[in-house]
């Protein structure tokens, strides 16, 4: 009898490109998945699946018909986790435009109306808010790692803002570097649709947003999906991403 797979994937370009970051995450720790990329539209046989996740990471909202929008927020009500990743087309971006579609209620952060893409020149550091199990033993206060972008969101009532990207100018004189602070903006944000655990990582997983996260460790990690391209990463990108996927499996 062939086991479902736990996690509906999406989005990401495809599975030999941008998707095998998270690909590769996921099936460094034999955790099953479907994946659909961002060119495809979505089908309707995908539906009849029992997953207990779904991720969304740069794949437009168009993809979609409306009635199987209400089909997923349907589903994410009664149980099926719920994961948004940041990118130009996730979130509003620059053809993500979920603030217009009903998965807008069930995620923990509230879309703009408007383009939300921040790009960051300079650092954006990741600061940890919540001594939550899906961030407690990762080395954000002695070994803070930055990212290069992000969707600009509010965190909802109710949902737990478990991380955050602060915004720094810098400024280099007199042989000298300083840093002013600015403005600090929800990274991570976690929370509960019905009987769901949803959650949004408003930053990427992949090139180019994520950064220097990408090799944040102290040691490195190979890692290749079947039909993706082989990454090569730090063991602490990898550690929190799948923490965040097995939180809204219900698996952590």
């Not at 009849?48 to 929008?69: M, T």
């Not at 004189?173 to 002013?180: C, M, P, V």
Request: charged fraction near 20%.
């Amino acid at each position: 009898m062939m086991i479902a797979a736990k996690v509906l994937y999406l989005g990401d370009t495809a599975l030999d490109q941008a998707a095998s970051y998270l690909a590769g995450i996921m099936s460094y720790y034999k955790l099953t998945f479907d994946y659909v990329s961002s060119n495809e539209k979505f089908c309707n046989s995908l539906l009849k699946n029992d997953y207990k996740a779904i991720i969304i990471s740069d794949y437009p909202s168009a993809n979609f018909l409306p009635v199987q929008v209400e089909t997923l927020t349907d589903r994410i009500r009664n149980g099926l986790g719920f994961l948004m990743i940041g990118g130009w087309e996730s979130f509003v971006g620059a053809g993500g435009n979920y603030n217009k579609t009903l998965l807008a209620d069930c995620l923990p952060v509230q879309m703009s109306d408007s383009d939300d893409r921040m790009n960051c020149s300079s650092p954006c550091l990741v600061i940890k808010n919540q001594n939550h199990s899906i961030a407690k033993f990762l080395p954000f206060e002695t070994n803070a790692p930055a990212v290069g972008g992000f969707n600009k969101v509010k965190t909802k009532t109710g949902g737990i803002e478990i991380l955050s990207a602060r915004q720094f100018k810098a400024e280099y004189k007199n042989s000298k570097f300083s840093f002013t602070e600015l403005q600090t903006s929800p990274l991570l944000v976690i929370g509960n649709y019905g009987k769901a655990n949803v959650a949004a990582f408003t930053s990427d997983v992949a090139p180019h947003w994520v950064g220097p996260l990408v090799d944040w460790g102290d040691t490195r990690i190979t890692a290749k999906a079947q039909g993706s391209a082989e990454i090569e990463v730090g063991n602490w990108y990898v550690q929190l991403f799948i923490n965040i996927v097995r939180w809204v499996c219900k698996e952590l």
